[in-house]
């Protein structure tokens, strides 16, 4: 996925030597129009590689562009997940398996295990995640 999950896909495809390609958010206004820059042969498995899934939008777009183009989209891998409701609904929607190496979970308890958060800041930040907008609303009408 273009740019933050560039980094990583090409340590990924250069340890498995394997291609790389990267897919745009859309594709470009010039020159050849393409939304996916290198090599995609049809019928090609890829897994797709993210830095970061929040509710998995810009994420599963990337999926369906590498789909439309014929490849066999075997899931996605990321770094990090906020584990949103909203994205499970939408990478089940896409039949889009997600891996991802840590979440946020994990690091709110770890967070709280070596004293880095209180009691009152894990209430806080696991509220946020059962409900990001409602919970950022309530700031911005202040």
Not at 79 to 92: H, M, P, S, V
Request: glycine share 8%; proline share 2%.
């Amino acid at each position: 996925m273009a740019t933050a999950g560039i980094p990583q896909g090409v340590l990924v495809a250069e340890a498995l030597g394997l291609p790389f390609v990267y897919v745009r958010s859309a594709k470009k206004s010039h020159g050849l129009t393409n939304q996916i820059e290198g090599r995609l042969e049809k019928g090609r498995s890829v897994v797709v590689v993210e830095d970061l899934v929040s509710t998995g939008k810009s994420s599963l777009a990337a999926v369906d562009a590498l789909r439309q183009a014929g490849a066999n989209v075997k899931g996605m891998v990321a770094i990090f997940t906020y584990g949103l409701e909203i994205a499970d609904l939408n990478f089940k929607e896409k039949a889009c398996k997600l891996i991802t190496l840590s979440d946020y979970n994990h690091l709110i308890e770890k967070a709280a295990a070596i004293n880095y958060i209180d009691k009152n800041d894990k209430q806080t930040l696991m509220e946020w995640r059962s409900n990001p907008q409602a919970w950022s609303n309530r700031f911005e009408n202040k």
